[in-house]
């Protein structure tokens, strides 16, 4: 049955930035669909919360608290699975994120930091896992980019500058690692998670973001999850290097920052 190629029976995984929001939810997926699954962020109490999801879904977790901007502990990831669970199938880095700022305020630190925490980290657990999934005969990476890596919006520089580079990353990854590793990307719209709660809680915010949504709604982590399952599962055997848009349809960004004219 088709449905069989979506499955990750028996596979190992491991998940960055896995407390909550996206992360978490493509943890829970991963499982659902049969695998076993490493989960990092830096607050243990969220990792045992969606630990126990992925044992309730018969599944083994293993949860590993860690301040993920340090690299050191991003890479000991893989070494994790491997001890853990015997090896290492599938990679989802997650883990990013940068705050927005005004051109004038993004500092020279600042932009290296937003690089650092999106595409570096994504290089250190993709780097040390790519030896223990050649021992399994391959394995599938998966990035979590933005929509802001390929539409342009005031106050973005160093987020979009630094999610365009993960998704190039991953077009270049993928062809440093074909034909046994498949590297893909999701550019993520508006989701619905912590880090969109400060502007979705707000209905008038909400509406008009929903409004310049071509799919009239703000998306839910579980639509990320559903890509992440996809991409990293036989379903896309034949997909890799490409970034895969999961926006509602979005052609610029639907949170205007209001930063004025300099």
């Avoid at 005004?102 to 925490?117: G, K, N, S, W």
């Avoid at 990307?185 to 989701?191: D, H, M």
């Avoid at 071509?214 to 997909?239: K, R």
């Amino acid at each position: 049955m088709i449905l069989d190629r979506f499955l990750l029976t028996d596979r190992v995984a491991v998940v960055t930035g896995a407390g909550r929001g996206i992360g978490a939810a493509s943890a829970i997926a991963l499982a659902e669909a049969g695998a076993d699954v490493v989960v990092s962020s830096r607050t243990a109490s969220q990792l045992d919360e969606v630990a126990a999801r992925i044992t309730a879904a018969g599944r083994r977790a293993l949860v590993v608290p860690a301040d993920l901007s340090d690299l050191d502990n991003v890479g000991a990831l893989a070494t994790a699975a491997h001890r853990e669970f015997g090896g290492l199938d599938v990679v989802v880095n997650n883990v990013g994120g940068t705050i927005p700022n005004a051109f004038l305020d993004t500092t020279t630190d600042y932009l290296e930091e937003a690089f650092r925490f999106n595409v570096a980290t994504a290089h250190a657990l993709a780097r040390a896992a790519v030896p223990l999934m050649l021992e399994r005969g391959g394995g599938t990476i998966v990035n979590i980019s933005s929509i802001m890596g390929r539409v342009s919006g005031r106050g973005y520089l160093a987020y979009g500058a630094a999610k365009a580079a993960l998704a190039h990353y991953t077009r270049l990854a993928a062809r440093d690692l074909a034909p046994r590793i498949r590297v893909n990307a999701i550019a993520v719209g508006s989701v619905s998670t912590s880090a969109l709660e400060f502007v979705v809680s707000n209905d008038e915010i909400r509406s008009a973001m929903e409004d310049a949504t071509p799919l009239q709604a703000i998306g839910e982590a579980e639509d990320v999850a559903a890509a992440v399952i996809y991409l990293a599962s036989p379903a896309s055997a034949y997909v890799t290097g490409k970034v895969l848009e999961v926006d509602g349809g979005l052609e610029q960004p639907n949170l205007d920052l209001g930063l004025p004219d300099l």
